[in-house]
């Protein structure tokens, strides 16, 4: 699975380009749909997690899992994708759990029309920090702290 986040200036928009097995499709995400999917997106990973640990261990969980997706895939700059297709405008996302342990990801456009897209855990984790990184570019004042901003605040800082 390639994908592609990038911030188009004259729309106001991110392009997200996703191709997988051969198909490739391309939706715009306005700032408010880039928002709604960046909290979703650390949700699914969070409830991945299970029950029973406490806050702080979950964030704890949830950013070395984020860390160590991080580790293995190594989001890349390549030349953008080939459009098979015009994008569409994502008014409606949904996801949740697919097949094969995978998760669901449906764009849907204000036509109805949908595109269903099954990712692995580590994309989700890629597409939450090209997120970040579109947000930083778009000047769109978004921020979503992730776990590990908030552990970083919890660890005492010795002076010497």
Same mark, same amino acid.
């Given at each position: ?49 299970? *029950? ?43 996801? *949740? ?28 984790? *890629? ?13 769109? *004042? ?19």
């Amino acid at each position: 699975m390639k994908l592609q986040l990038d911030y188009v200036p004259v729309e106001d928009r991110l392009l997200l380009r996703i191709e997988n097995e051969g198909r490739a499709i391309a939706v715009w995400l306005t700032r408010r749909m880039t928002a709604l999917t960046w909290d979703a997106l650390w949700r699914v990973v969070s409830a991945s997690l299970g *029950g029973g640990a406490t806050s702080e261990a979950r964030d704890w969980l949830l950013g070395l899992a984020h860390e160590e997706s991080q580790r293995r895939h190594v989001v890349t700059r390549e030349p953008p994708l080939p459009l098979q297709q015009e994008p569409f405008l994502v008014v409606t996302l949904q996801l *949740g759990n697919g097949d094969d342990g995978l998760y669901r990801l449906r764009l849907v456009d204000p036509a109805g029309r949908c595109e269903i897209v099954d990712m692995e855990e580590d994309a989700i984790h *890629g597409l939450i920090r090209m997120i970040e990184s579109a947000c930083v570019t778009a000047e769109w *004042g978004l921020t979503r702290h992730s776990p590990n901003d908030r552990l970083a605040a919890m660890i005492p800082i010795r002076l010497q």
